[in-house]
């Protein structure tokens, strides 16, 4: 995989991802930047939620499951001193469908946390990651 970073003005930078796709990048006011884009750490926590995203959805699809919402909720504690590494990360999986079965569901997140993830397993290296699972029935 490559990728280009490209300096834009203050701390605002434009990735090139390998392909072709564009994402902005910017940091606060009081660091030089404009707030006009989410911080690298934001990016790292979609990154980790679109990877197990991807990941449980494909299964669920697998598994005949129907379901008709799904969000992650993501919350971090990050270390005090720089590096300011992310060292406790929860993800908060909501599902929302119905006759949703909980052991298939609670198979899927599983098998993206244990196996799939590539985000995940990088950051397990410097945090402790754990998630929690609610299914909402649709009526």
Known sequence: MKAELVWNEGLRFIGITNSNHAVVLDSKKDVGGFESAPSPMELLAISLMGCTAMDVISILKKMREEVVDFRIFFEGKRAEEHPKVFTEIKLIYQ?????????????????????????????????????????????
């Open 95 to 139: 599902f929302k469908g119905k006759n949703l079965k909980y052991e298939n569901v609670e198979k899927a997140v599983k098998l993206s946390q244990e196996k799939y993830c590539s985000v995940s397993h990088m950051l397990k290296k410097a945090a402790k990651v754990e998630y929690e699972i609610k299914i909402i029935e649709e009526n």
